[in-house]
């Protein structure tokens, strides 16, 4: 019972805190993938072709075998759909049109991309979740310093210049 002094017990918390802010910050800049559709039927389309795109590019993405539908990682929806552009596939969700002609295909991607972008709110916007998660994580850090650990260390100092 001697080992359960008052300053113990403060150190305690002071370490619980600090993993507690360790724990908030790598929630914070965590990125687990949130998949969405990028191909309504794979039967309709060479599921080769772009699955070897999408592999050369290192875009995360799976496909759902009882509904026929790809999945790619969110935050890389833009670059896959750049990439099969290249290749001549252009995806409008759920539409898909093969050219032939690469820059054909390529101008129909910039004109529909241009179009996107006018009509997305800010809140659908890709990073904006990223931003708000890291603020949240900012906010409990900030919020356990001033109301945690100020007043442990304060009672530490105190206790020892006494």
Known sequence: MKYITRQNKLLFVIAVSIIFAILTIVWARQDSPIFRPLVQDMRLVDAVLISDVLDQERIAYYADVKSQMLYVDQAKTEHARVSLAKVGIVIDYPK??????????YHAFLEQNSREQVKAELWEQPWFFRVVRLAAGALIILVLI???????LR????????
């Open 96 to 105: 898909i049109t093969k050219y032939s002609d690469l820059d054909e295909a």
């Open 146 to 152: 001033l109301n945690v650990v100020r007043p442990a």
């Open 155 to 162: 009672a530490i100092i105190l206790e020892q210049d006494k």
